[in-house]
T-cell receptor, first 114, second 109 residues
Framework: NAGVTQTPKFQVLKTGQSMTLQCAQDMNHNSMYWYRQDPGMGLRLIYYSASEGTTDKGEVPNGYNVSRLNKREFSLRLESAAPSQTSVYFC?????????????FGPGTRLTVT | LAKTTQPISMDSYEGQEVNITCSHNNIATNDYITWYQQFPSQGPRFIIQGYKTKVTNEVASLFIPADRKSSTLSLPRVSLSDTAVYYCLVGDGGQNFVFGPGTRLSVLP
């Protein structure tokens, strides 16, 4: 049982390049989330998917797009990367949307945009 | 969104009980209070959750007064491995699930 997996673990992009961060969960959870964490800061919600087929914006959605490919997979795309998007990105899943459901987090993707 | 306030950092010694308080003055009726722990270079991990009064599990206790405007995470007899950042979350789900600034706990030998 792998839980939540994320790929890649590390990535360096040049300004203007695009990339997709992949996330998958094997716990049959309905809800999935993407967060970013800047150095020394708390996590901020980018997008979430309450259930398969739905996505909604979080606190900081600008510059990102998401796809809930199926119940297991939730990807995050940066169309034109900017240095301000340098951060650690965490994917999470939960049985239902938000409280009182526990969120399970992946190991994170460390992204640097130069 | 219920905003939370926590101490930025705390120090403790091994074997002591640690209490971390989170203030959430504008908590809504439907909001739950949840605490997560994060070690460096790892994703956060769920510790405990409650709505009112007291909740206890194998790793921590959560105390919530009747007015629910604050909550206290209690870690009994901490060890060096409890050194981490602790986040207080208040919300009822989705985009309302906001992480606080976190408290950096350092456990000293």
């Amino acid at each position: 049982n792998a839980g939540v997996t994320q790929t890649p673990k590390f990535q360096v992009l040049k300004t203007g390049q695009s990339m997709t961060l992949q996330c998958a969960q094997d716990m049959n959870h309905n809800s999935m989330y993407w967060y970013r964490q800047d150095p020394g800061m708390g996590l901020r919600l980018i997008y979430y998917s309450a259930s398969e087929g739905t996505t909604d914006k979080g606190e900081v959605p600008n510059g990102y797009n998401v796809s809930r490919l199926n119940k297991r997979e939730f990807s995050l795309r940066l169309e034109s990367a900017a240095p301000s998007q340098t951060s650690v990105y965490f994917c999470a899943s939960s049985p239902g949307q938000g409280a009182p459901y526990e969120q399970y987090f992946g190991p994170g993707t460390r992204l640097t945009v130069t | 969104l219920a905003k939370t306030t926590q101490p930025i950092s705390m120090d403790s010694y091994e074997g002591q009980e640690v209490n971390i308080t989170c203030s959430h003055n504008n908590i809504a009726t439907n909001d739950y209070i949840t605490w997560y722990q994060q070690f460096p270079s790892q994703g956060p991990r769920f510790i405990i959750q409650g709505y009112k009064t007291k909740v206890t599990n194998e790793v921590a206790s959560l105390f919530i007064p009747a007015d629910r405007k604050s909550s206290t995470l209690s870690l009994p007899r901490v060890s060096l491995s409890d050194t981490a950042v602790y986040y207080c979350l208040v919300g009822d789900g989705g985009q309302n699930f906001v992480f606080g600034p976190g408290t950096r706990l350092s456990v000293l030998p």
